[in-house]
Nanobody
Framework: QVQLVESGGGLVQAGGSLTLSCTASGNIFSINTMGWYRQAPGKQRDLVATTASGGNSNYADSVKGRFTISRDNAKNTVYLQMNNLKPEDTALYYC????????????????WGQGTQVTVSS
């Protein structure tokens, strides 16, 4: 069984910082892209940032210059350092990984974590 588990969310004042982490576990052959998405109530789930195994990263315009995504491939872990948080960043943050499991080497699957809540007060 493959699982993604996030941690690090919480309540923070505007201008503050939080660091999220997500670890993938299970019988994984390889992990390609890992990333973070977020969803506020009544809104769609939107991309925050992604990072590929080759090193390329991708950010939503709204977080560029404030958030940094990184990964530790040896630990199957992705991080999101969030600085200068704004109330608009309030959402449930989901980790995702596009990976190939040992059970099916012919296909790539997208897995999601359970989400961690980030709330930014004014």
């Amino acid at each position: 069984q493959v699982q993604l588990v996030e941690s690090g969310g919480g309540l923070v004042q505007a201008g503050g910082s939080l660091t999220l982490s997500c670890t993938a576990s299970g019988n994984i052959f390889s992990i390609n892209t890992m990333g973070w998405y977020r969803q506020a109530p009544g809104k769609q789930r939107d991309l925050v940032a992604t990072t590929a195994s080759g090193g390329n990263s991708n950010y939503a315009d709204s977080v560029k210059g404030r958030f940094t995504i990184s990964r530790d491939n040896a630990k199957n872990t992705v991080y999101l350092q969030m600085n200068n948080l704004k109330p608009e960043d309030t959402a449930l943050y989901y980790c995702n990984a596009d990976l190939i499991p040992y059970r099916d080497r012919d296909h790539q699957y997208r897995y999601w974590g359970q989400g961690t809540q980030v709330t930014v007060s004014s």
